[in-house]
């Protein structure tokens, strides 16, 4: 069974900093695009932040670009998200996702073969 379970999610402060971590299993992680989505109250899912499977490439939203860093450990089957400047309208619920590298599309969930169940963020004014 494919699992990815998110973790580090929380309250900050704007302008404060989090780091997410998203950890897979049942699957050989490094043959996976991965990419991080975050959903607010009542809006759809918002991509934000992918590395890709090979060479390390990152693809990164406009609205997060400058401050978010999406990274990878393959020897620990886990994908970060460094979250720095947080604005409270980073607020959401933020998902992990894997892709096989087949896909040409990276920023939209229904793409995507695999995702985890969340981690909440939340960034007060």
């Known amino acids: 069974q494919v699992q990815l379970v998110e973790s580090g999610g929380g309250l900050v402060q704007a302008g404060g900093s989090l780091r997410l971590s998203c950890a897979a299993s049942?699957?050989?992680?490094?043959?996976?695009?991965m990419g991080w989505f975050r959903q607010a109250p009542g809006k759809e899912h918002e991509f934000v932040a992918a590395i890709r499977w090979s060479g390390g490439a990152t693809t990164y939203s406009k609205s997060v670009k400058g401050r978010f860093t999406i990274s990878r450990d393959n020897a620990k089957n886990t994908v970060y998200l460094q979250m720095t400047s947080l604005k409270p309208e980073d607020t959401a619920v933020y998902y992990c996702a894997a892709i096989l590298p087949s896909h040409t599309v990276i920023s939209t969930i229904d793409e995507y073969d695999y995702w985890g169940q969340g981690t909440q963020v939340t960034v007060s004014s």
């Open positions: 049942g699957l050989t992680f490094s043959h996976y695009t």
